[in-house]
């Protein structure tokens, strides 16, 4: 880097700074100004458009890049002793060519940028903010379930673009620094009981890896305090080959017990498969009894689900207990699949002959949407609970496998077999959340009249995560 090109460079570390532009050009010797006075206000109205990281740290590059060519284009001309700043005898009209020259380059360089890097920032935005229009497709009852449910049209919500609003303007519980949770936490599973909210908070220093569960109560949803002084649960405590042994689902059994449901990662096998597990203890807070096998596996080759089934969600109705759980096939499509039990411990995969081959040896009951639709790459992580409106699924989803922005639709049913779209889905979306890089576990629940959506939000790099709640009040169906 020459003289002009590392004066250049101090002039837009100033500016950088906080100094006034106008004031540091004023303030140069007039030769300076002369050259650098153009290009030091592009660079400035460049760093205050809205484009990436990328583009701003490649904006003194290319403005370096313009000077160089400046400087060779008056050489060519005059001869590479002739340049003296100010005393060049160059005539008049080869000095306004060639910084006519530069800006043009520099122009051409604000377009490149803009198309590359602005443009596509602006279609993401917008997209983003536009009101879903409801698909409409009739639903033939049958005595299996379909992996269909799709949502009836029904006029689009205009006040806000997505149902659920985040409540407040931070997470609700954060990470703990130098504690077990000192880099992730998530919701786990959230439930009422006696008036009050009682969530199953996992955390964890890495993923995959040892995960902890401590309960916690809250009796607005918001100010939450540890039921217990310590973890009460770990993946240490699984006997089988297992990392993370995350914690999705928690109830009260019949006799009882409560029971939580959490999924596994087994990577003894050649290829690693997710597993769901059931733990028992007299209360809320245990001691935790592990069942010595696994609640759920894989199915068979074929199946949709026999790469691994996780994110169990467990409910009573009916006169049975109903699990709602993630499976992915060989290709790594998700759908949400549903066995029944008896007793919360024995579990039988609904099966259907008749079926097409997604649907034939054990579900799924809910499966991506139509192809262009926000959610027709896959779906997964259900919970399911029992409302006023019937039983309510929330849902993740993206639309395809490079789609980073997710997004979460519910879908409802009367019968815990054949569900139906909500007219407004996505209802909720990643960006939603200020600076959030992810968002990984949701929970949804139902609680004094209004549905709480909980989150484990991911900022930064990713590297730590916190909860935060969005919520939204009101019916959902008519």
Known sequence: ?????????????????????????????????????????????????????????????????????????????????????????????????????????AALMLAIFAGVFILPSLI??????????????????????????????????????????VVGDGPVIRHRTAQWDHSFTDPGAV??????????????????????????????????????????????????PNEVGQVTSAIMLDDGMWAIYFHTLDKSTAKPIMLIGRAVGPTSSGPWTVDPEPALEPGGPSTWDEEGVSEPSVIKFGGQYLMYYTGADRNSYKSIGLATSPDGKTWTKLTDPAADYRVRYGGPVFGPGPKGAWDSYWVMQPTVINTPD????????????????????????????????????????????PSARMINRVVLTYFKGAYLLYMEVRLGNGTVSDIWLAKYEGKLLP
């Not at 917008?126 to 799709?150: C, D, H, Q, W, Y």
């Open 1 to 105: 880097m020459n003289r002009q090109d590392k004066r250049l460079q101090e002039i837009l570390e100033q500016i950088e700074a906080g100094a006034d532009p106008n004031v540091v050009i004023a303030s140069l010797p007039p030769d300076e100004a002369a050259e650098l006075g153009s290009l030091i206000r592009l660079a400035v109205t460049l760093r205050t458009l809205p484009h990436p990281e990328a583009a701003r740290t490649a904006l003194p590059q290319s403005i370096e890049a313009a000077a160089r060519k400046l400087r060779a284009e008056q050489r060519r001309e005059t001869g590479p002793q002739s340049y003296r700043g100010p005393h060049t005898n160059r005539p008049r009209w080869r000095q306004v060519a060639s910084r006519a020259y530069v800006l043009g380059f």
């Open 124 to 165: 993401n935005n917008r997209a983003t903010t536009l009101t879903p229009t409801a698909i409409t497709e009739t639903v033939t009852p049958s005595a299996m379930p379909k992996a269909t449910g799709i949502a009836p049209t029904v006029p689009p919500p205009t006040a806000v673009p997505y149902l659920f609003s």
């Open 191 to 240: 439930v009422v009981q006696d008036g009050s909210l009682l969530m199953f908070r996992n955390g964890g220093k890495e993923f995959p890896g040892v995960y902890l569960n401590i309960p916690m109560s809250s009796e607005d949803g918001v100010k939450w305090s540890p039921a217990a002084l310590e973890p009460t649960f770990s993946t240490k405590d699984i006997p089988w």
């Open 390 to 433: 019937g039983l309510v699924m929330l849902y993740f989803s993206v639309a395809n496998s490079m789609n980073q922005r997710q997004r979460f639709g519910l879908a409802t049913s009367q019968d815990g077999l054949h569900w139906t779209r909500h007219a407004y889905n996505p209802v909720f979306a990643t960006t939603e959340v």
